[in-house]
């Protein structure tokens, strides 16, 4: 509501500045102050915000969660190059084991070249997947993982590893 109190001073304004050429001297100095101010103000107001850093929208805050990471299952779990070298398209099942509705969870991806002894870590990137899930249902999933190619050398024998992360669920 303040925001037509301003409106109405900003019409004001142009409508005297209009009509006298006094005013118009006056008026455009003290304008340039004030919009100086309000924009310092408004700057400080931003930096000392405390809720300017939203919380993770995956976190899961109480002391039990609805749906633990064992009670999902990821099958037929597939990857598939997806144009660059190092972009894959990951695509599989998701199953709910819980009693709770499955709203969306985060699954991690680890990819190492097994083409030599030890595996060389090429490394690991997390997805947010949302999958609404009824317990004891399946759904298919689908996302993108994406990892450097630090040293310039080509993938030759890949090894996944994934795990599923900070599920968030809910009841009925």
Request: proline fraction near 6%.
């Given at each position: 509501?303040?925001?037509?109190?301003?409106?109405?001073?900003?019409?004001?304004?142009?409508?005297?500045?209009?009509?006298?050429?006094?005013?118009?001297?006056?008026?455009?100095?003290?304008?340039?102050?004030?919009?100086?101010?309000?924009?310092?103000?408004?700057?400080?107001?931003?930096?000392?915000?405390?809720?300017?850093?939203?919380?993770?929208?995956?976190?899961?805050?109480?002391?039990?969660?609805?749906?633990?990471?064992?009670?999902?299952?990821?099958?037929?779990?597939?990857?598939?190059?997806?144009?660059?070298?190092?972009?894959?398209?990951?695509?599989?099942?998701?199953?709910?084991?819980?009693?709770?509705?499955?709203?969306?969870?985060?699954?991690?991806?680890?990819l190492e070249d097994c083409a030599e002894t030890p595996c060389r870590l090429i490394g690991e990137d997390t997805a947010l997947i949302l999958a609404r899930v009824p317990?004891?249902?399946?759904?298919?999933?689908?996302?993108?993982?994406?990892?450097?190619?630090?040293?310039?050398?080509?993938?030759?024998?890949?090894?996944?590893?994934?795990?599923?992360?900070?599920?968030?669920?809910?009841?009925?």
């Amino acid at each position: 509501m303040i925001w037509i109190i301003a409106a109405l001073a900003g019409i004001l304004i142009v409508y005297f500045a209009m009509r006298s050429s006094r005013f118009r001297h006056l008026a455009e100095p003290v304008l340039s102050v004030l919009v100086a101010i309000g924009l310092g103000v408004a700057f400080v107001v931003w930096m000392t915000d405390d809720n300017r850093s939203s919380p993770d929208p995956v976190s899961n805050t109480s002391s039990s969660p609805l749906i633990k990471p064992e009670e999902l299952a990821l099958e037929k779990v597939r990857f598939a190059r997806n144009g660059t070298d190092f972009s894959f398209r990951a695509t599989g099942t998701v199953r709910n084991n819980s009693s709770a509705y499955l709203d969306y969870f985060r699954l991690t991806a680890i990819l190492e070249d097994c083409a030599e002894t030890p595996c060389r870590l090429i490394g690991e990137d997390t997805a947010l997947i949302l999958a609404r899930v009824p317990p004891g249902e399946s759904h298919e999933i689908s996302t993108f993982f994406t990892f450097p190619n630090r040293l310039g050398v080509p993938l030759k024998t890949p090894r996944w590893t994934t795990r599923i992360e900070s599920v968030v669920g809910h009841r009925l």
